[in-house]
């Protein structure tokens, strides 16, 4: 089969974008956060794109998207015949049609960027308080258990996929799967110390701006570049991503000035995200004036979606299971009603075109299922790793900061102008707000 340079070219650069959406992810869970763990958050991204990559070149690619061999076996679990990216050099990924060819490495790095995020996204719900070695433990167990199957169920040749589900860019592979864990590290690590009664806010917004713009500009290439090529679909994905994000940062906005009396830019970043979220399983197979719809219902339903932590009593950190769980399966359940492309059977489509319920069930079944399964997994790891290595920092760490105590060091130089001998590195001194007690760690650094 011929490669098809275009489509190829177009899919190095997606794969880039959506590997740039991970740091992107790093700048806007670290400015929702305190100054005292901001770099800790962004580390626990960047230790999953490390320990990821290792995984996905070992088995994880093979384990997703190659046969068992077995029938049986293959409705839940990939095989081993790709292991090492065995074979897979010379391949070609037939791409949606046959002019759509490109090297099935391409396709393959394309997918661990997914894997990467998807595991990256679930630690905004432990943040200020976990171990980052107990994570990255985490990530790899996570990642094995329960990422590269349930890729396989739905994009590979599972039982999700042979019933016939539709998810064009990983509404429930990425985002219910990550906020279904999200959820039980949460209930697993227990409530931040002082938290609900303490103000936890934002330490630094215009990180979380950064970090947002950089998720909006990469989720280009998630979305778009899940058509495998370039054709009408890839833009129908494309525009539907910008229309889809845009107009659930307004609905959120609106939002928070009706509820609040104020629309904040916090509000605006998160309900872009939530846009992004919903529209992504959607993406290819819904017309624009749905993109509309799905930007409002997911920007005011995932903006009150969040308060549900201070209901039910888990403490999600940064709304993982508001923003991602919520918006994920809003964007999965909406194609039983929108699905309209592209040459979808009337099976397929959506009851808003002719479809039937049938669709509508495995819509809701995929969330579902996949939910579940994420949420007991990451509850067992968790449960694991906390009673033998612990998860969770002590009280005197959280207290000082995780930054300090776990990496030495701090994300910002607060010493005063001109003033003392405060040391600047790894072993630096705190001082200034982000200090608090005089604990025995501080002191222990700064002798």
């Avoid at 997606?14 to 956060?33: C, E, I, R, S």
């Avoid at 509404?171 to 609900?196: D, F, S």
Wanted: include cysteine; hydrophobic fraction near 50%.
């Amino acid at each position: 089969m011929k490669i098809d340079t275009g489509a190829t070219a177009w899919m190095l650069a997606a794969t880039a974008l959506v590997l740039f959406m991970t740091p992107g992810l790093a700048f806007f869970y670290g400015g929702m956060t305190r100054a005292k763990s901001v770099l800790n958050m962004m580390m626990m991204s960047f230790g999953s794109i490390i320990s990821v990559t290792v995984l996905w070149v070992l088995f994880g690619h093979s384990v997703a998207f190659t046969d068992s061999g077995s029938s049986l076996v293959n409705k839940f679990l990939g095989g081993f015949g790709a292991v090492g990216l065995k074979g897979t050099v010379t391949a070609i990924q037939q791409g949606t049609a046959p002019d759509h060819n490109i090297p099935l490495l391409v396709y393959s790095a394309f997918q661990l960027t997914f894997a990467i995020i998807t595991v990256a996204l679930i630690s905004g719900a432990i943040a200020d308080r976990a171990k980052f070695g107990a994570w990255m433990v985490f990530t790899v167990a996570w990642a094995s258990l329960v990422y590269f199957p349930v890729a396989h169920w739905v994009w590979g040749t599972g039982w999700l996929n042979k019933l016939g589900i539709e998810d064009f860019a990983g509404g429930t592979v990425v985002h219910v799967n990550a906020g279904a864990a999200g959820l039980a590290l949460a209930i697993v690590l227990g409530k931040r110390r002082g938290w609900p009664k303490e103000p936890m806010r934002p330490h630094n917004l215009p990180f979380v701006l950064l970090g947002v713009a950089i998720l909006w500009f990469g989720w280009f290439g998630f979305n778009a570049g899940s058509e495998i090529g370039v054709d009408t679909t890839t833009g129908l994905a494309f525009m539907n991503t910008q229309i889809a994000t845009a107009v659930a940062a307004g609905a959120w906005l609106i939002v928070e000035k009706l509820r609040d009396g104020h629309a904040t830019t916090l509000g605006a970043a998160s309900g872009a995200v939530a846009g992004l979220v919903a529209i992504t399983p959607a993406c290819g197979f819904v017309d624009p004036w749905a993109a509309i719809v799905l930007g409002l219902v997911a920007g005011a339903v995932c903006a009150y979606a969040i308060g549900l932590k201070y209901r039910l009593g888990y403490d999600d950190s940064l709304d993982v299971v508001g923003v991602h769980l919520v918006g994920g399966a809003l964007g999965a359940v909406s194609l039983g009603f929108l699905a309209a492309y592209p040459a979808l059977t009337s099976q397929h489509k959506g009851l808003f075109y002719g479809g039937g319920v049938h669709q509508l069930g495995l819509q809701v079944l995929g969330p579902v299922v996949i939910g579940l399964y994420s949420f007991g997994m990451a509850w067992v790891i968790g449960t694991v790793i906390d009673k033998t290595m612990g998860f969770r920092i002590d009280e005197e760490a959280e207290a000082t900061g995780v930054d300090l105590t776990t990496h030495a060091e701090t994300a910002y130089d607060l010493a005063p102008a001109g003033g003392g001998s405060v040391r600047t590195g790894h072993a630096a001194a705190v001082t200034g707000p982000v200090a608090t007690g005089g604990t025995a760690a501080e002191k222990k650094v700064e002798a």
